[in-house]
């Protein structure tokens, strides 16, 4: 009789067992950095201002970027420089947006992005990082622009527009791809995931 209630205490162990291994392991929780933005709660309107800091200062570097090559690339397109800058305006305005964006990336390269690769990936230097390449593509490109204009500027050569076309389209695309890549990843809901209000009030831009 002993053994009869041994066994059955031997099967009702092995059964809670079963039962118990059998039920869902609960979810890990997910750490600050790879929570979505619907799953953290709403910004205030003054934090989202902080959060979003960098996006919106990197957006005006940008826009102006972006309307130098605008100038530029609208004359291509047209087969006339604007009416009312002349031929020194026009190439001086080219060599302002090669020397413009090369302080940019220097300075990014140099102290903005060791800083927020501190705790983004996304900025850590590598042959992985998607900006850095964006970088190297748009600096040979911006080479090769700039060679063409200081030759018509000491006249070696007549400035063409069509060959000036030639120029930007080489790397055009991947400019564009690149302001906007780079303020996205600067965005409020991104970067709430990784900083604290307090270590983004105290990023340098």
């Not at 039920?23 to 750490?31: A, L, N």
């Not at 964006?134 to 060679?147: A, P, R, S, T, V």
Request: contains cysteine; aromatic residues 8%; negative net charge.
């Amino acid at each position: 009789m002993a053994d009869t209630e041994q066994a059955k205490a031997v099967v009702d162990t092995n059964e809670s067992t079963v039962k118990a291994s059998s039920q869902p392991v609960p979810p890990t929780v997910k750490d600050d950095a790879s929570a979505t933005p619907s799953s953290l709660p709403p910004l205030s309107p003054s934090e989202f201002k902080t959060y979003n800091r960098l996006a919106e200062q990197m957006e005006y570097f940008h826009n102006h970027f972006v309307g130098m090559w605008t100038t530029l690339y609208t004359a291509c397109v047209n087969s006339r420089r604007p009416p009312n800058m002349s031929l020194k305006q026009f190439l001086d305005e080219g060599l302002r947006l090669v020397r413009y964006l090369e302080s940019h990336h220097s300075i990014e390269e140099t102290h903005l992005y060791p800083i927020l690769a501190k705790k983004m990936p996304q900025f850590k230097a590598g042959k992985s990082n998607k900006l850095l390449k964006q970088h190297e593509l748009i600096h040979k490109g911006m080479d090769q622009l700039q060679e063409y204009i200081l030759m018509c500027k000491s006249r070696e050569v007549d400035l063409e527009l069509s060959v000036l076309k030639e120029k930007m389209d080489s790397w055009g695309e991947v400019l564009m791809k690149h302001l906007d890549d780079e303020v996205k990843e600067l965005e409020a809901e991104t970067m709430r995931k990784y900083w604290t209000l307090e270590e983004m009030r105290a990023i340098p831009i």
